[in-house]
């Protein structure tokens, strides 16, 4: 089979800060993956070509790349599964990380955030004498998330990265809810005022990209909303995310839709001179989005009517608890 | 030029070598790892099926798995030290349940086993069929909680050695390029096994032997290096693993009459005999035309969708990607495959090596728990036990002893090997073309079935492509992250290794674990109950010695499953 590998390459020694683009043809077999075919070239055509790999079976994390433009590990991507009808395969390094050289980023920013959620057990009094008594159940829907290779592909593609380096994004999230998860560990109270935190857990904007490539099945994603869920649930209110979550239910069991305006007094605290008094910025950051929606005739009215069948949104609400 | 001094600076850090510096740094010592993968990325990943422990408190005893070790090893396991990891397999696995291990439960929340081979008892714990990574991972959260040094992506060119002691190493640093010396009172190897010397392997692309080969270049010995486990159940094309807990969930290994055909070779304990009899098995029905191209069929179909997707789902999903296969619907085709060293570098119970200052663990060490062959799920046992004994011991011993002062010149001699592989890049060869070679020599003439020919004609070629390395150049000049010069590197650690695996086997006359000699079928306890010693004295050709085998309760019997 043919197959043109077009590969992003940098590097800064011969080619100076500029990346560049280079092709390969290739004869490769039918069962060959992206890592195959790259290790071809690197061991048959061009020594110089930078990558990492180790187990070639999906799971060490290593190989993590940009495949036509899509995070996800060369090593368990085949050729037949990705070739363009033009016969190639687009690949780039991750993305969201420095690149050092070719396809090799590199990884300290993702470790760094991962240090920062205390990724280790943690409990408290002495340990027992023997293994901690832990449900069976409980330890099952932990292998998930202990499955985290610790790719960097949902890292690579994450949205919200791409545009503000600080969140601690899906990896280091997924790694948290590990050890919330987990019966035997005992910080949950320090874990979930850590990710409550700017750049924590409402960061995410739920694009799904990090489920969507994930080669484990983690679902970075999923694991965030519960641990929102987990933080409203232990009392935690005092975030913009929570107040929005909260802010949000209220009005609907209020008035059967949503009122935006509400929605933004109420995420910001603005009826509360300290909370908005934090919020400033974000508030006047509001402002131009007002603006727009006002020329065109999108702004929320100011006073909110309810919805006629808003009686049974509130039994819905009843229902539920809520 | 940056000085790097510490007490202990471990070489590798999968599981033997992350053992090894949580217990260095908990006796107090301050101690740095040196790795050429990020931990993670260590080849301990890929252990599947799990960990063997007979946990007293729940009645099993520790005895019977070490009978059971010392019987899998066909008797050539030094059973002081089979005796030791035994003993101590239970507090390690609930040492390391405590750092978080989510290890599988049984319905009171205790911890659950399942059955491996060579053993009547289910005495193996596992997290699903993700072990290895698991076990992994939960020692990086404890190296990310304690926080020792770690040189990450460094690799070690050669051991510094100074009035017959081992007083550090020098490095070349990936990212840079650039060779460092690292200072120590003592160096621990823990840099895994030799799967790369064959091809195709269960292992992982780092798996290169550089340890042994370290080991070697400095005159200590390797002993038993014939003794190549070959599993049973590997994937056809790029040997990747399907771990042995499928047959311990009850899985099937059938012919291409749809016949389990264990039941002529080991009636009792059929699919689930030691490795060494079932890979022998497969061969022979392959070999007398009832296989499938080349493959037998592991069976998983009546285990049901279920089971497969929670306790199977990683080679469910490694069958799905490298064969085409799903295994709830249709058997897998597999064959043996290289995959275990059971030799080494001939170790103390407390991984203290022939050379001062020099310490092994895991993988790259043979204390000899695994004799002639080894039980599955004794390896992640074996790696965290010795792995803390070495590190304690190694710990100690810097503490009573002064750094030798080592001259920062000594980094000259690899700068100078570095700048011969420059020098010599008019030289078409390549690392992969001789790589390759070797492993199609080795899988040829040194795998499940050897005779006097075979294993010549392997040892012949490796002499030839030891000769072509020496010509060998590297094609790129470029200092950030050239794998090119890596591994020119890794294939001298590899090729100096598979001599020594050759050069063991054609010394034992006799057939024993994993060694079958078709032209010496017997085994002979009257001669070779005896280790062999593979040893490079400065000569062209390796030397061979014998050491005698330990031996406190069990004599050796005929081995039946
Ligand atoms: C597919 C597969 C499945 C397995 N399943 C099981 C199982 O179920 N149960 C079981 O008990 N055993 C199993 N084993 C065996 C077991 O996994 C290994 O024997 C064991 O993990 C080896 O651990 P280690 O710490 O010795 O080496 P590794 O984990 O291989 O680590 C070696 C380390 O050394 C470093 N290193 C190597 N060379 C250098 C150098 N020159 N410079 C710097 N650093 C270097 C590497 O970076 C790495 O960190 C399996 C093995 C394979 C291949
Ligand atoms: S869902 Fe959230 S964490 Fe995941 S990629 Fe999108 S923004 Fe990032
Ligand atoms: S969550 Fe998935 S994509 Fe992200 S690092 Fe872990 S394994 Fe990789
Ligand atoms: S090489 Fe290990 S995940 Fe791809």
Known sequence: MKVKLDVGRFNPESEGDKSFRQEF??????????????????????????????????????????????????????????????????????GNLPVVKDLVVDMEPFWSKVREIKPFLQTKGPEPQDEYIAPQQAMLDLVKPVGCIMCGACVSDCTVLEVDSNFIGPAA?????????????????????????????????????????????????????????????????????ARHAEGFASIVKRYGTLDETQLVIKTFGVLNPIVALKNIKALFGLLPVAYRALRKNKLPPVFHHKIAGVSYIKNIFKKLGA | MAVYQHDVLVVGAGLAGMRATLAAQEAGADVAMITK????????????????????????????????????????????????????????????????????????????????????????????????????????????????????????????????????????????????????????????????????????????????????????????????QYHPTTLKGNGVLMTEGARGEGGYLLNSEGERF????????????????????????????????????????????????????????????????????????????????????????????????????????????HGGNRLGANSLLDTVVFGKRAGIHAADYSRQIEQINVPDSIVSLDEGRIKSFFDKKDNTDTPATIRLAMGQAMNEGVAVFRDEAGMQAAYKTILELKDRYKRLGVHDSGKIFNTNLL????????????????????????????????DMPDRDDENWMKHILVQNTGEDLPTVDFSPVTVTRWEPQIRSY
Not at chain 2, 348 to 357: F, L, N, R, Y
């Open chain 1, 25 to 94: 043809d290739l004869e490769v077999e039918e069962y060959y993956t992206v890592l195959d075919a790259l290790m071809q070239v690197r061991d048959y055509e061009d020594p110089s070509l930078a990558m990492r790999c180790s187990c070639r079976a999906s799971i060490c994390g290593s190989c993590a790349m940009k495949i036509n433009g899509t995070s996800g590990l060369g090593c368990n991507t085949k050729i037949v599964d990705v070739i363009k009808k033009d016969g190639t395969v687009k690949v780039d390094p991750a």
């Open chain 2, 37 to 228: 993968v990020h931990p993670v990325r260590s080849h301990s990943n890929a252990a599947q099926g799990g960990i063997n422990a007979a946990l007293e408190s729940r009645g099993d005893n520790w005895d019977d798995h070490a009978y059971n070790t010392v019987k899998g090893s066909d008797y050539l396991g030094d059973q002081d030290a089979i005796e030791i990891m035994c003993q101590e397999a239970g507090p390690a696995v609930v040492e390391l349940e405590h750092m978080g291990v989510v290890f599988n439960r049984d319905e009171n929340g205790r911890l659950g086993t399942r059955h491996f081979g060579g053993q009547e008892v289910a005495r193996t714990f596992f997290v699903a069929d993700i072990t290895g990574q698991a076990l992994l991972h939960a020692l990086y959260e404890q190296i990310m909680k304690y926080n020792p040094r770690v040189y990450e992506e460094w690799f070690v060119t050669s051991l510094v050695i100074e009035d017959g002691k081992c007083c550090g190493v020098v490095a070349l640093e990936l990212m840079t390029g650039q060779i460092h010396l690292i200072k120590a009172k003592a160096v621990i190897l823990a840099t895994g096994g030799t799967g790369r010397c064959f091809e195709p392997s269960t292992n992982g692309l780092v798996v290169t032997a550089d340890g042994q080969g370290l080991a070697y270049q400095v005159g200590v010995p390797l002993m038993d290096m014939e003794m190549v």
């Open chain 1, 173 to 241: 999230l997924a790694k948290a809810s590990r050890f919330i998860d987990d019966p035997r560990d005992e910080m949950n109270a320090e874990r979930f005022a850590q990710l409550n935190q700017y750049t924590g857990v409402w960061d995410c904007t739920r694009c799904m990209a990090c489920v969507e490539v994930c080669p484990k099945g983690v679902a970075p994603m999923d694991r965030i909303m519960t641990i929102r869920d987990q933080i409203i649930n232990a009392g935690i209110k005092n975030t913009n995310g």
């Open chain 2, 487 to 518: 591994f020119a590197f890794e294939l001298g650690f590899m090729l100096d290794t598979a001599e020594t695996i050759c050069v063991s086997a054609l010394a034992r006359k006799e057939s024993r674990g994993a060694h079958y000699r078709t």
């Open chain 2, 262 to 369: 264990m039941k002529t070779y080991a009636p009792n304990m059929m699919e689930l005999a030691s490795r060494d009899v079932v890979s022998r098995s497969e061969q022979t029905e392959i070999n007398e035309g009832r296989g499938i191209d080349g493959c037998v069929l592991l069976d998983l179909r009546h285990l049901g969708r279920e089971l497969i997707e929670t306790k199977l789902a990683y080679i469910n999903e490694v069958a799905m990607d490298f064969a085409n296969v799903n295994l709830a619907e249709e058997p897998c085709p597999i064959r043996p495959g290289n995959h275990y060293e059971m030799g080494g570098i001939k170790t103390d119970v407390h991984g203290v090596t022939s050379m001062p200052g020099l310490y092994a663990a895991g993988e790259c060490a043979n204390v000899s728990v």
